[in-house]
């Protein structure tokens, strides 16, 4: 018998052992379940051990530098030995595909895109150029690249760009504005993610051999790290018109403009005509399993366009993906209210609760950021042992993120358990 293979020779109901010597081949089913409990375990253990970081992952590891280096339960790995998750507040990239949004991937009219005759990405394409009031508009797989090949567009290497320093662009992209795009980078300093004119003023370099060019401000609205705070459109006008001043071009990291425009009324385009291009995300409160998009001029879209395909992020049929983002486009943008109203109920019960303290700013969105007495680390390794899935971003500071997987008992729950944690 060959115990590789689980086909052959093994009876009903038996466990088959891939790659054992010996005649442990297969056992009675009395002792299936100890050996599958076992199994599950070991799997759980290597799980953990071996837990590849996600983006995310990755990001929160990044931003909880310098506390220790500690391995995450795969969702899988929790699923595998039963625990419950009652809210997964990691991320709003979490989510899954509602059944309508499989059904629309499904239906989806499809082509070849790097032929140029995807009609779904087409469609998609020319609805989020609408949107924004933009010429055009370029899908892309993710919100790295829709940034990235944004500042590839608008730079040479050797430029500078001009930011905030708690940007997802400075340090949650490998370093690809210096990577991809040769540019060095002058960093602004603000509370909630935000600068001002006055402060873009004074980071330009003079026009002179000696000093790089200044020749792209980038924007994050809503801004994470800040808290999902929402940039006034007042203060948006008035440094992307300095920059201007000064010959620069900008650029929006709008991934979660969607939520923006939910919280404020504001239209899409009324925030994107303040820059020349701006990119979104449908992969995070909107819920797709994929997708973002660069909207701008048609000459900088061309040239994203162009640094896609370098990049490697070309695609074929594409409009199976594109379908999702048209369909969230249409049913997941007003819902953003939820999660808004749910992140404010957390924010307002984490106020109640003695021993945390809310982060500085004003929930306005979907992130909540909080401070725990002691090590955030062991924080959030206790809510996940309650069900909750939370990152800690700090040593002592927690994230949690509203999305759509999370209801009014998810954060019912939430609360409870803060409460008997702390
Ligand atoms: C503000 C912001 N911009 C860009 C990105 C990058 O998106 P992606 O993970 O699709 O590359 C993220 C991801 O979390 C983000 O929060």
Redesign the pocket.
């Known amino acids: 018998m060959d115990h590789r293979r689980p086909d052959r020779d093994s009876r009903r109901g038996d466990l088959p052992l891939l790659g054992t010597h010996g005649g442990l081949g297969c056992i009675t089913p009395r002792f299936n379940i100890g050996l599958v409990a076992t199994w599950r375990l070991l799997i759980y253990g290597f799980a953990r051990l071996t837990a590849i970081p996600s983006?995310?992952t990755r990001?929160h590891i990044e931003s909880a530098r310098p506390t220790a280096a500690r391995f995450w339960i795969p969702s899988e790995a929790a699923r595998l030995v039963g625990m419950k998750i009652h809210a997964d507040l990691r991320?709003d990239?979490i989510t899954l595909p509602s059944e309508a949004m499989k059904h629309a991937m499904l239906e989806a009219e499809l082509g070849d895109d790097v032929l140029g005759d995807e009609p779904t990405v087409l469609k998609l394409q020319d609805a989020v150029a609408d949107l924004f009031g933009k010429e055009a508009a370029c899908f892309v797989p993710?919100?790295?690249?829709a940034?990235q090949a944004a500042i590839r567009a608008h730079t040479q290497p050797g430029d500078e760009i001009v930011t905030h320093r708690d940007n997802?662009?400075y340090l949650?992209?490998s370093g690809a504005w210096a990577a991809i795009s040769g540019c060095s980078i002058r960093l602004l300093d603000g509370a909630g993610g935000q600068f001002s004119a006055e402060d873009v003023e004074a980071a330009v370099q003079h026009k002179d051999a000696h000093f790089p060019n200044s020749a792209l401000l980038v924007a994050?609205n809503t801004h994470?790290r800040g808290g999902g705070t929402i940039w006034p459109m007042e203060r948006t006008e008035a440094v992307t018109a300095m920059a201007r001043r000064h010959g620069m071009r900008c650029h929006l990291?709008g991934?979660?403009i969607w939520n923006a425009c939910a919280a404020t009324g504001i239209e899409p385009a009324e925030y994107a005509r303040c820059f020349d291009t701006v990119s979104a995300?449908f992969?995070?409160g909107l819920g797709c399993p994929v997708g973002?998009i660069v909207a701008g001029d048609r000459e900088s879209i061309h040239r994203v366009h162009r640094i896609r395909k370098l990049l490697g992020g070309t695609m074929r049929q594409s409009g199976m993906l594109a379908a999702a983002c048209l369909h969230a486009m249409e049913h997941n943008r007003a819902r953003l209210a939820d999660d808004h109203r749910r992140a404010r109920r957390l924010a307002d019960a984490i106020v109640d609760i003695p021993g945390l303290e809310p982060g500085p700013a004003p929930v306005e969105t979907n992130i909540v950021y909080f401070d725990v007495p002691g090590e955030a680390d062991g924080f959030s390794e206790r809510l996940d042992a309650a069900g909750i899935r939370m990152f800690a971003v700090g040593p002592r500071t927690m994230r949690a993120v509203l999305n759509l997987m999370v209801d009014d008992d998810g954060i019912d729950r939430t609360i409870e358990v803060l409460r008997t944690l702390v």
């Open positions: 983006e995310e990001m991320s990239t993710s919100g790295t690249m940034n997802h662009i949650y992209e994050e994470n990291d991934a979660r995300c992969s995070k973002s």
